[in-house]
């Protein structure tokens, strides 16, 4: 994708060095900047709208972003020298020059304005933004700030107004390194929180809270809050009030692709595995509540009473089993495990518990007593079928 920019950094570089030179501008290259912004536009919205792979378009968006800081840049140092040369008096910026220059200035920000539109999700968003841009920029926080500040006058939560605030407060600190991040985080958040008071005038603390929840405003103190919030306003039945909330949280809209801390994890993420994990202890505890009602109302069984009974001793249990085994009436599989789940369901005429170990033993050895015994249960058995078949 080409440069779009060649045009305009002459023009740019043309009044550059006619303020150098003499303070004097002429309105002709103002005209040709008006000109040129227009057509700049146009070239880049052709650009956005033929738009290739994603790399190609993070290569020229980084290019043409910083081309642009570079020429707001230029023009915003030679306000500032001739601001100072006017202190020092000397000559300084005359007043036709001045209006010149800020216009100009204000051309670029306006196109830069458009670029972030069109091409902000290419923008590397957590690079540090130049100190001569941040203050054109932090004045426009400011301005934030006092209108929401009105807003929330009669908020009843310093702490909630304090979490709103938070992201403006921050940006307009020098000593911060604010991204170009944090200023289109501003921007989303003012922008709907406007929205929202200008469709209905904020009733209670809560919509304030679902604000900040669309936005992903996922830092640890209001996930904190946001989590203390559903805790405190609680309405009957503790598990049903939760159930009521991980429903909500659900089935409210996020905005995708933001976040106020880009090393946090997202705040619906954060504050769906809190209720899960609370919904859970919540109804773990219910069960074993319920089991301990019943165990004291039911009669308690032994181990011997929840057995099945086999009328053999336990070699001849095993050796009943090992025959059904062979004639293909059952199927084992893995004897060992076949044999720890016999030890656990039956028991024999003499032992209640038996040995798993013991009736693997005996299943692969069998004495002939054994064997009979087995038989003359058989025999008894098929006596019993024959009788019934000449009843039938």
């Not at 670029?108 to 290419?122: I, N, R, T, V």
């Not at 209108?147 to 929330?152: E, M």
């Not at 944090?182 to 809270?209: A, N, S």
Request: hydrophobic share 40%; net charge neutral; proline share 3%.
């Amino acid at each position: 994708m080409e440069y779009l920019y060649k045009d305009l950094e002459q023009i740019i570089n043309a009044l550059h060095f006619a303020g150098v030179r003499n303070n004097n501008t002429n309105p002709d290259i103002i005209d040709r900047l008006f000109s040129e912004v227009a057509a700049t536009k146009g070239r880049l919205r052709d650009a956005f709208i033929r738009s290739c792979d994603d790399a190609a378009m993070l290569k020229f968006t980084v290019l043409h972003h910083e081309s642009l800081v570079r020429m707001q840049d230029s023009v915003l140092q030679l306000i500032s020298i001739k601001i100072l040369d006017n202190k020092a008096g000397q000559r300084g910026l005359d007043e036709a020059s001045g209006n010149h220059f800020l216009v100009a200035y204000k051309e670029l920000s306006d196109l830069s304005d458009f670029f972030h539109q069109h091409f902000g999700k290419y923008i590397p968003v957590w690079e540090v933004i130049p100190g001569v841009l941040w203050k054109p920029l932090a004045h426009e926080v400011k301005g934030y700030l006092e209108k929401l500040r009105q807003y929330l006058a009669k908020e009843p939560s310093e702490r909630l107004t304090a979490h709103l605030l938070e992201p403006f407060i921050n940006f307009t600190q020098p000593e911060r390194a604010s991204t170009w991040h944090d200023i289109f985080y501003c921007r989303e958040l003012y922008q709907e929180f406007i929205k929202w008071v200008e469709d209905e005038p904020l009733q209670d603390t809560g919509e304030l809270i679902w604000i900040l929840y669309s936005l992903n405003h996922n830092s640890a103190g209001f996930y904190r809050y946001f989590t203390n919030y559903i805790s405190e306003n609680e309405s009957g039945e503790y598990l049903k009030h939760l159930y009521f909330f991980q429903k909500k949280t659900r089935q409210t809209y996020v905005k995708p692709g933001i976040a106020y801390k880009r090393e946090g994890r997202a705040l619906p993420e954060m504050v769906d595995n809190w209720l899960k994990e609370e919904i859970n202890y919540l109804e773990k505890t219910q069960e074993y509540k319920l089991i301990e009602n019943q165990a004291a109302v039911e009669p308690q069984l032994t181990v011997a009473d929840s057995k099945i009974l086999y009328n053999f001793s336990v070699a001849e249990f095993a050796y009943y089993k090992k025959v059904k085994a062979e004639t293909n009436i059952i199927k084992i599989g893995n004897r060992k495990e076949f044999c720890e789940k016999l030890a656990r369901t039956y028991r024999t005429k003499n032992i209640e518990t038996i040995s798993s170990e013991s009736l693997r033993s005996k299943f692969y050895k069998s004495e002939t007593a054994v064997k009979s015994a087995v038989k003359d249960g058989i025999i008894r058995m098929l006596n019993y079928i024959n009788a019934d078949l000449v009843i039938t």
